[in-house]
């Protein structure tokens, strides 16, 4: 008994403490790369009812939603440098100068195909390069407290989906500031930001340590067959797992309907006849609400299980998508954007420990770098088609976006029976 209480001293002396002052400023590094990254991102339902109303008066909402879409394609598409954590300087230093003139590009525009090209395809480059090293390091940094660190450092994503329509509303609603002025404010405040980051989020040294700390052990004995098998395999064999395989299938199929509430929940109120400030301010609502998912379900998932929380917040955000429509005053649209936000907030912060979780060291950065690229597709094309379903009413596209989540929610349970039929079990 003595020497069990001893060896489990010395156990946790060896462990190093994970929230040291070097981690912290690195997780507040990665809390702000994804503020002016997916923060903006989750705006965009603020430009798409701008554009739609002023600039691009000509163009569809088919036409308008590419410019997201192809936003997210390139941060999702991108996401595969995370398995290069160790590039990270070089690729933070790109994607700060690559956001910076992106923003300032963006206030230049008056035609699509330049939105597209700046806001598009030159913004989302220049996150993914930002998102990449953040979101890889913050992995690697914490082990025992990883589901609650993604879940800080993803809301902050959430806040910058706070502020960010709160600001544009401001400057282009309130203050009568020129759309040319406003995205050249917008650059000024992410440019020291920027330069934050860069200073801030490194990789942390390899350690002896690292093996046990980078290892999710699907026991407390030891690591199972098949990740014994991806050690002595090597990185590509992440790949044919299985388990792993459907999860992205199933992250995959969600996407397709995560965002339209998101992208088009400001034209729906504008329809249903909130003012333009309220439909801009329930982008924030809804952000807020998304804050709080990602960051409490990050701490529950340490507690109940990372793919049993994952299948809940997709099931409930397709359930509620599919009632949409039926929020038809201010309570109840307001009401809406609040239950949606807090659902499909939570589903982000826990992509990344579902993918650690079915890994090991060695195709941790592989697994990673996979889940989100996985997604790409349906992120560059999902939005576009809600678009033209809106020719259809909003009931259609409430119907497609909630499918989409359900369908995306039976594959990640499957997932999880793979791991542990039992039901009550943390998986």
Request: charged share 10%; glycine share 10%; aromatic share 12%.
């Amino acid at each position: 008994m003595m020497s069990a209480t001893v060896a489990n001293t010395e156990a946790n002396a060896a462990t190093p403490k994970e929230f040291t002052l070097r981690s912290t400023i690195a997780l507040i590094g990665a809390f702000m790369a994804l503020f002016c990254t997916l923060g903006f991102q989750n705006a965009f339902g603020v430009f798409q009812a701008f554009y739609h109303a002023t600039i691009l008066r000509d163009h569809s909402e088919f036409d308008i939603a590419w410019i997201g879409s192809l936003l997210t394609f390139m941060i999702f598409s991108l996401q595969r440098l995370r398995a290069s954590w160790w590039i990270g300087l070089p690729l933070l230093t790109f994607g700060a100068i690559a956001t910076i003139l992106a923003t300032f590009m963006i206030s230049l525009c008056k035609e699509l195909y330049q939105f597209l090209l700046a806001q598009g395809i030159l913004l989302g480059i220049g996150n993914a390069f930002l998102l990449c090293p953040a979101m890889a390091t913050v992995t690697r940094l914490f082990d025992r407290h990883r589901g609650a660190a993604n879940g800080i450092m993803i809301a902050g994503s959430s806040i910058g989906g706070i502020i960010w329509p709160v600001m544009l509303d401001q400057l282009l609603n309130k203050d009568g500031v020129s759309f040319g002025w406003t995205f050249r404010i917008v650059g000024f405040v992410v440019l020291p930001l920027c330069f934050f980051m860069v200073a801030t989020i490194r990789p942390p040294p390899k350690t002896p340590h690292d093996s046990d700390r980078e290892g999710i052990e699907p026991s407390r004995g030891e690591l199972s067959n098949d990740h014994k098998a991806q050690d002595a395999e090597g990185p590509a064999s992440i790949i044919r797992n299985p388990t792993f395989l459907i999860l992205c299938a199933g992250l995959s199929v969600a996407t397709f309907g995560l965002f339209s509430p998101l992208f088009f929940i400001s034209t729906y109120a504008t329809e249903q006849g909130l003012s333009v400030s309220l439909a801009f301010y329930l982008v924030s609502m809804l952000n807020g609400a998304s804050m709080v998912g990602r960051v409490s379900t990050g701490f529950l998932a340490d507690r109940y299980g990372n793919f049993n929380l994952c299948f809940l917040t997709i099931a409930s955000s397709g359930l509620i998508a599919m009632c949409w429509t039926k929020a038809t005053n201010t309570v109840g649209i307001i009401f809406f954007a609040l239950a949606y936000g807090y659902t499909s907030g939570a589903m982000f912060s826990l992509q990344t420990p579902c993918a650690a979780q079915l890994s090991t060291p060695e195709t941790r950065g592989a697994a990673v770098g996979i889940l989100f690229v996985a997604p790409a597709i349906p992120g560059l094309v999902g939005t576009p088609i809600s678009g033209r379903l809106l020719k259809h009413g909003y009931l259609a596209l409430s119907m497609y976006s909630g499918a989409a989540l359900l369908a995306g929610a039976g594959l990640v349970l499957i997932a999880r029976l793979r791991q542990n039929t039992k039901l009550m079990a943390k998986v």
